[in-house]
């Protein structure tokens, strides 16, 4: 931006002018609350979401959480990609350290969700790499971050940092919320698959954010911070916590219609039914309830998960959505409290560098207006 002979207007370089006009063009008219963005990484249909085109329930039944973060990131196939392949997804030795011992005065009990805020931190604190913004750069310090904000978690049956640090991002995130290995094959499927629908939503309130950030040009841990406190908001990623809450209340299905009504009776929202997007059902939330259901047909926590299902469909709720099938997930594989926001928080960690990187590529900052409706100025 330039000044004018005489200081009176600013003149803007045309190319400044047509990505302006060009980010205020949306594809639709945006609704209440919304800001528009034009992003090619997801699209959301009717019941399901696309990642660059591909069905999203369709890669979380046969792909890996690390083939769809490359995905996201780089629009490019991992299991095609030879020198990508074999890339590593490897933390940082001394972030992790770091990390640890930064947890070693927190009080016992802390939700996963609370530690990963700290835990982003004190990895961006060692990593001097940190400010390399190219898409290669992004690319690398995602594979180490997203790795080391699952080995910095306590085992779920240790000390912060213990634990299994080889094998699949979904494995190693299970060994750190689950005290014991997955019974069945396919709950560790259905825990990935978890990962796959989650790692991104379009422009959910925490990828707002997390653009914001890296509009700025903030690094890649900072995008991941911004994006971390705005999804642990009860109405966002913290939601998996209030339904992991719902089923473990109904200590048998006889009870699903006390605990439904007593919520309902209080004025309180039921947590994981309902959908701001899919209004006629969340697809995410059938398919991980039909993995769960394979894998455990006669656990005694999917049967009071099924109990509150057969109570909301009688009260004619809302459909069930994403964190109650994840809630589900946690009570039947036997995780920790919380873990259905870590497994969220880790997983839309890929979406949340996704978007960066296509804010890394643009020169304009991501500036809302807002409609004054206050006082006429003096």
């Known amino acids: 931006m330039d000044?004018?002979?005489?200081?009176?207007r600013s003149l803007f370089e045309a190319a400044q002018v047509e990505e302006l006009a060009r980010r205020g063009r949306p594809r639709r008219p945006p609704g209440p609350g919304e800001l528009a963005i034009e992003s090619a990484i997801t699209a959301l249909g009717s019941d399901r979401h696309y990642y660059r085109g591909r069905d999203a329930l369709e890669m979380a039944g046969s792909r890996t959480f690390e083939e769809v973060a490359a995905w996201l990131w780089q629009g490019r196939d991992e299991a095609e990609e030879p020198e990508d392949h074999d890339a590593p997804w490897r933390a940082r030795a001394d972030g992790v350290a770091a990390a640890v011992a930064a947890q070693s005065g927190l009080p016992p009990g802390l939700l996963p969700l609370d530690r990963l805020h700290l835990i982003a931190a004190a990895l961006a604190a060692t990593?001097?790499?940190r400010h390399h913004l190219d898409p290669e750069g992004v690319v690398a310090t995602g594979r180490a971050l997203i790795a080391g904000l699952v080995e910095a978690l306590p085992a779920a049956n240790g000390a912060p940092g213990s634990g299994r640090s080889g094998g699949r991002i979904a494995e190693r995130l299970w060994n750190r919320l689950c005290p014991h290995p997955p019974r069945d094959a396919g709950l560790l499927r259905a825990f990935e698959a978890a990962m796959i629908l989650l790692a991104d939503h379009e422009l959910a309130a925490s990828t707002v954010a997390a653009r914001v950030a890296a509009s700025v040009r903030a690094d890649p841990y900072a995008v991941v911070a911004s994006g971390l406190g705005v999804l642990s908001g009860p109405l966002h990623g913290g939601a998996s916590y209030g339904a992991e809450r719902l089923?473990?209340?109904?200590?048998?299905p006889e009870a699903a219609s006390r605990v439904v009504g007593e919520r309902l009776r209080g004025g309180e929202?039921?947590?994981g039914f309902g959908h701001a997007v899919y209004k006629s059902g969340d697809g995410r939330a059938a398919l991980l309830m039909d993995l769960v259901r394979a894998a455990a047909p006669a656990h005694e926590r999917l049967?009071?998960?099924?109990?509150?299902?057969?109570?909301?469909a009688r009260r004619r709720l809302p459909e069930p959505n994403v964190d109650f099938s994840l809630a589900t997930l946690g009570a039947v594989a036997g995780l920790v409290p919380g873990a259905g926001e870590a497994v969220f928080a880790v997983a839309r960690t890929a979406g949340w560098l996704a978007h960066a990187l296509e804010e890394y590529g643009r020169r304009v900052p991501l500036r809302p207006r807002a409609?004054?409706?206050g006082p006429e100025p003096a």
């Open 269 to 271: 929202r039921v947590p």
């Open 247 to 252: 089923i473990a209340e109904v200590a048998d």
């Open 3 to 8: 000044q004018a002979p005489g200081g009176r």
């Open 127 to 129: 990593d001097p790499l």
């Open 303 to 312: 049967a009071a998960a099924e109990a509150v299902l057969a109570e909301a």
């Open 371 to 373: 409609v004054y409706v």
